[in-house]
């Protein structure tokens, strides 16, 4: 909804068990109130969210941009990122998306709701995802929890996603892993290759 096409995945890439990252919100301008601070605390993920992007990729797996249009209602990809960058987000520029990557604009909170995530990913076979962005107790939060109500195995690293607070961060991690199931190591903890080897010996024990 007012993103582009999403394209068709070529038959032989879709592979079941695949693993997506979902990079929520990170093309940002943060001119809000309280933006600067939050694109600043931002800046510290970009390490790890680079990690996660390489790792992703070494494993087969694909990288999704899910992105607020932040109401630029006739605005592309290529205009959401533009902006972002002219206006000084360190972020955008640092994790702009690169010409294989999927790019869906949301109009709501969810990635899920009214997109075409719930279409691209059964597509990609993509049934383990990733979630990195901002913010945690918010667009990331509602994210994973429409992830959960579709079975989607979750991990949502605490060093690769922040929220306006440290307090609200925690608190919507916690929720994450309580209710969702979701993983919430780190980066420097959990790697995609370990989470992954988990997912599978978890399968093969309840085959």
């Known amino acids: 909804m007012g993103g582009e096409r999403v394209p068709d995945a070529p038959t032989h890439d879709r592979q079941p068990g695949r693993v997506a990252l979902l990079l929520i919100d990170l093309i940002n301008d943060f001119s809000f109130p309280g933006g600067k601070e939050l694109h600043d605390r931002v800046l510290d993920t970009l390490e790890p969210i680079r990690s996660l992007r390489d790792a992703v990729e070494a494993a087969g797996g694909v990288t999704i941009y899910v992105n607020d249009n932040f109401g630029e209602w006739h605005s592309d990809k290529s205009r959401l990122v533009e902006r972002a960058i002219e206006k000084g987000s360190v972020v955008a520029r640092e994790l702009r998306p690169r010409a294989d990557d999927y790019f869906i604009i949301k109009p709501q909170f969810s990635g899920f709701y009214a997109t075409n995530l719930q279409v691209l990913l059964p597509k990609l076979g993509a049934d383990r995802l990733i979630l990195a962005g901002t913010a945690t107790d918010i667009c990331v939060l509602f994210t994973a929890a429409d992830a959960h109500m579709r079975d989607y195995a979750l991990w949502v690293p605490s060093d690769a ?37 988990r997912l599978n010996a978890s399968s093969a024990r309840r085959d």
Do not use: C, F, K, Y
Request: net charge negative; glycine share 8%.
């Open 161 to 197: 996603n922040v929220a306006e607070g440290d307090d609200r961060h925690h608190w919507a991690l916690e929720i994450m892993a309580q209710s969702m199931g979701a993983e919430t190591e780190p980066t420097s903890q959990l790697t995609v290759s370990g989470w992954l080897d």
